[in-house]
């Protein structure tokens, strides 16, 4: 095994992303020292059985001290007052990332409690799963998945270089991007996915005409998709629609402009419009397959992609 990046990691939140780091932190031997934080005792406890880390605290200064490389994976409504946290214990040179999936509000509500002698690198690893918590991380989450890091104008290149290489080392393909870009991207390929996935959900348990039984007995792929989305973490999504309201907006407002469209061909029965959209949607899912994102099995390749230990 090659010599560790980093002679300490500190994992500040431990749910699935920071859950999965660990185990490929661990396997791959990216660091000398592995410290993990959690304000939860419940959650702190799971960890240290499940011996995910070195060093455990429930005080996240704590943990960072000394830390070369810090990892902040919580709902992106709390990184201001994590980052608050850990500020005055930060090592100088330490570079001090996150995984969240907005990035404007997570630079703004971060980077003014932070030190000038650290390097802020935020991140955003695309990977997950429905599941959450200590228990549903898995190393491989960040295999063949992309991970974009946003950094500020004047980001030390070594710093960068050094955090890069580690995200290769998960497993993943980097990508550079400017926060409010990455921010409208994501609004498009995930948030309003999501949001889209909740409200049908949503609207299927309050039918009355349709009974919840059915509803779960009569289930086609289609709406079972939709509920593998909707059963995400509920903090993470309400945190994200909040903090990248602006872009969300703008993508429902398209999105809302589109189902009109979409409503009055079906109302007028325009078999012609619909074919037209249909075909080139349908090209959309062909390029994913192609991009290595996803394989062309039933399922959208969930089983054979997922971890071999979960169902």
């Not at 005792?41 to 499940?50: E, I, Y």
């Not at 997950?128 to 030390?156: H, K, Q, V, Y």
Request: with cysteine; proline share 5%.
């Amino acid at each position: 095994m090659s010599e560790p990046l980093f002679d300490k990691v500190a994992l500040v939140g431990i749910g699935l992303i920071g859950s999965s780091l660990a185990r490929v932190i661990r396997r791959e031997g990216l660091a000398g020292e592995l410290a993990i934080s959690s304000r939860s005792k419940k959650t702190l406890d799971r960890v240290r059985v499940l011996e995910l880390g070195d060093r455990y605290a429930a005080d996240a200064a704590e943990a960072v001290r000394d830390a070369d490389l810090v990892i902040v994976s919580v709902p992106v409504g709390a990184s201001g007052a994590v980052a608050e946290a850990i500020a005055p214990a930060l090592k100088p040179g330490a570079i001090v990332t996150d995984v969240g999936s907005t990035k404007a509000s997570v630079i703004a509500q971060m980077q003014p409690h932070l030190p000038d002698t650290v390097h802020f690198i935020p991140g955003h690893p695309i990977a997950g799963t429905e599941d959450s918590g200590p228990d549903a991380g898995f190393a491989e989450l960040f295999e063949g998945r992309w991970c974009i890091l946003t950094p500020p104008e004047g980001t030390d290149a070594e710093a960068l270089a050094r955090l890069t290489t580690f995200w290769e080392r998960c497993g993943a393909m980097v990508d550079r991007m400017d926060p409010g870009h990455h921010d409208m991207v994501l609004a498009i390929v995930s948030h309003l996915p999501h949001i889209i996935a909740y409200n049908i959900v949503g609207t299927a348990d309050d039918l009355e005409a349709v009974t919840k039984s059915e509803v779960i007995k009569y289930s086609a792929s289609g709406f079972r998709d939709f509920t593998r989305l909707a059963a995400s973490d509920p903090t993470m999504w309400r945190d994200v629609c909040l903090h990248n309201s602006e872009a969300i907006l703008e993508m429902l407002a398209r999105f809302s402009e589109d189902l009109s469209a979409l409503q009055r061909a079906i109302r007028w029965g325009d078999g012609e419009k619909l074919f037209e959209m249909f075909t080139r949607t349908r090209a959309i899912r062909r390029s994913i397959i192609e991009a290595g994102q996803d394989i062309d099995v039933p399922d959208f390749g969930r089983h054979a992609l997922a971890h071999p230990e979960k169902p």
